[in-house]
């Protein structure tokens, strides 16, 4: 009878282990794609994002995407700057994001723009130069 309930016990604790684990990897993130248009080739496009610690820092060339995988109940913040334009954005926020696997943000020439569904795309911030 000890062996059984040792053994339950040793389930239990792995089952509770794989939970824990599997909750905190489950693929969330965002991705921020450079969509200027063309003439905008040669302006680099400076893109910081942080949380409680500078998570990445890229300049994005023309359509390339940054991806960040996220902690589900942590805001990331977004800084991008364009020649003399900036712009800031929370590129995942647990109060508005939760229960979404991805957030995408396209920037644009007239600043971001945030979709769940990488197809319809509401604008967010745009660019200021103060």
């Known amino acids: ?6 053994l339950f016990s040793l389930a239990l604790v792995i089952f509770f282990l794989c939970a824990t684990l599997h909750a905190e990897s489950s693929t ?3 991705e921020i794609k450079n969509d200027l ?3 905008y080739a040669d302006v680099p496009l400076d893109i910081l994002v942080k949380s409680d610690k500078l998570i990445d820092h890229q300049v994005l060339k023309e359509r ?3 991806k960040v995988g996220v902690t589900q109940n ?3 913040y977004v800084r991008a700057i364009l020649g003399n334009e900036f712009a800031s ?3 995942f926020d647990p109060s ?3 229960g979404h696997e991805t957030v995408f943000w ?3 020439e007239d600043g971001f723009y945030f979709s769940y569904d990488n197809a319809s795309w509401k604008k967010d911030s745009p660019w200021d130069t103060e």
């Open 1 to 6: 009878m000890a062996n059984h309930s040792l």
């Open 37 to 39: 248009p063309k003439e």
């Open 106 to 108: 396209l920037v644009k």
């Open 89 to 91: 954005v929370h590129g």
């Open 28 to 30: 969330t993130g965002f």
């Open 64 to 66: 390339e995407t940054l």
């Open 96 to 98: 508005r994001d939760a």
């Open 74 to 76: 942590a805001i990331y």
